[in-house]
């Protein structure tokens, strides 16, 4: 076999992906004017690269500065959903609730980590990839005839990792997975 | 507040003509928008959770000939609509310099395909979980006598809701924007795993997580090669790990399964989207087969080559696999 592919410039571009079934229909929604697709306008306070030194985690919500500051609200958009939800996807691996921590998966953190993706990777390609690389990790640990809850846990926290990255990347608040 | 930014109507938005003046941009997204009846709020609305949009998933639609469209369905409370039958009726609604009032166009039956590895039953329209079904409506045998813009109503009698109806619009060209049914196949020198100075993850994006080529049957033929032995193709352009869709992995795997079971009637070659994701450059061969002239590119593909290098079918976006297995039965075995 020969192999006579091009060396000359390969066009830098990016392939618009055809929206499919539930990703286009989520951001039809939004357009639509549903709350559901929407996500929030990054708050000034909750901005990493203004806040470099305030938290022992850049990543994770600032706990309250002094007595008298009013605790800030819990992130409620389909992002910080959607990663509480992975948070719970953890919880029912360790319990050995494999069915139902895929179920959730599916239902609560598929699509928006597909929105997530192609939200970031108008800003840093190397979040997108590291995220959905990922996303991909604990789809196939999914797919297994067997699953490995130990293996899937590790898998699932690394999502967890990169979506907090990738909504870092994003300005956008992360909730806390509950203790 | 700030709305996700990709536009919700640009599967469907690939120009027939470059430029689509935004009256007409935002006259879509409105169509696209309103649902029941037409964009008419009926007397009696429905639950909430039933009201139903529809999205056009199938692209590069043309003038003449028969094809597939495929429509998904979700309600406002971001559940699905799967199984069973729903009804497709095609308007006319003309082009961006000559908006017309709608004429009335074909009609079809669309029937529930699951994306691959998912649920496939239930009896008829129902809402549904993604975990208990995914998938969306196709129509086959479509054919558009104009170019310019068409309305689809989907019709839907769905469990314990009702007649629920859906507007959306497509696109359709004077002539296909990527290689269709009835073309001669490029003969495009594809990666494969023979290929020399390239990453393997430019082969198959798997290979960045997985460490190895899962399917290495499907990275062992350059279309070229094929078309040039005078054997049949079967051509999946994907990429299972970057894409922001949900369907490009399971499209992979459906390939392969294909590829065990009627190795002896076609070639079957995985054709990875990137070739280097983190810069966005694109594989070469997918270039030459999917960028549209507007310079889109849309995924996944799948193709089918005869024997004699004509493409005989391709499906977008996602597809039946039994529908994909019949048309290679139709295939004579080959030998050797």
């Known amino acids: ?179 | 507040m700030r709305r996700l930014t990709h536009p919700p109507t640009s599967a469907m938005m690939v120009p027939v003509r470059r430029l689509a003046p935004l009256v007409l941009v935002l006259t879509l997204l409105a169509a696209a928008c309103g649902s029941d009846e037409g964009g008419e709020t009926p007397a009696s609305s429905p639950p909430p959770r039933a009201q139903v949009q529809a999205i056009v998933a199938s692209v590069d639609h043309y003038v003449g000939a028969p094809q597939r469209v495929a429509v998904g369905l979700v309600t406002n409370e971001n559940e699905l609509v799967s199984f069973g039958s729903v009804d497709f009726a095609f308007t006319y609604i003309g082009t961006a310099e000559e908006p017309t009032e709608p004429q009335p166009g074909p009609s079809a039956a669309a029937d529930f395909v699951a994306t691959y590895g998912t649920e496939a039953g239930g009896q008829g329209p129902a809402i549904t979980l993604p975990s208990e079904g995914r998938g969306g409506y196709e129509a086959r045998g479509v054919v558009f006598d104009r170019a310019g813009f068409w309305q689809v109503m989907v019709t839907a009698e769905i469990d314990g809701v009702g007649t629920q109806q859906a507007l959306a619009t497509l696109a359709v060209g004077e002539e296909p924007g990527i290689p269709a049914p009835g073309d001669p196949a490029l003969e495009t020198e594809n990666l494969t795993l023979d290929s020399k100075g390239v990453p393997e993850a430019a082969v198959d994006s798997r290979f960045v997580t997985d460490g190895e080529i899962p399917d290495p049957e499907l990275h062992g033929w350059t279309i070229a090669r094929a078309i040039a032995d005078g054997r049949p193709a079967l051509v999946v352009f994907a990429t299972p790990v970057f894409c922001v869709s949900q369907f490009c992995g399971p499209v992979t795997d459906m390939v392969q399964d294909l590829s065990s079971r009627y190795e002896d009637r076609a070639a079957f070659i995985h054709v990875e989207i990137w070739e280097d994701y983190e810069t966005q450059t694109v594989n070469q061969a997918a270039l030459d087969w999917l960028q549209q002239p507007s310079g889109e590119v849309t995924e996944p593909w799948l193709y089918l080559i005869g024997a004699d290098g004509t493409i005989l079918d391709r499906w977008s976006t996602l597809w039946s696999e039994e529908e994909v297995a019949a048309e290679l039965e139709e295939l004579p075995p080959m030998a050797g």
Do not use: W
């Open chain 1, 1 to 179: 076999m020969t192999e006579t592919r091009s060396h000359g410039t390969i066009p830098r571009m990016r392939p618009r992906l055809t929206h499919l079934v539930g990703i286009a229909l989520c951001l039809a929604l939004a357009a639509c004017g549903s709350d559901d697709a929407v996500v929030s306008e990054p708050s000034a306070t909750a901005s990493v690269s203004q806040t470099p030194s305030a938290s022992p985690s850049e990543t994770e919500p600032s706990p309250a500065s002094s007595p008298s500051a009013e605790p800030e609200p819990e992130p409620t958009g389909p992002e910080a959903r959607a990663l509480l939800a992975l948070c719970t996807v953890e919880t029912d691996l360790a319990r050995g609730d494999v069915e139902r921590a895929e179920a959730t998966f599916e239902n609560d953190v598929h699509e928006t980590l597909h929105e997530i993706a192609h939200e970031v990777e108008e800003v840093d390609l190397e979040v997108a990839a590291g995220l959905l690389r990922a996303k991909y990790d604990v789809e196939l640990g999914f797919a297994q005839p067997t699953i490995r809850t130990g293996p899937q846990r590790r898998a699932v926290a690394a999502l967890i990792d990169a979506i907090r990255e990738a909504m870092a990347t994003l300005d956008l608040d992360q909730p806390a997975c509950a203790a």
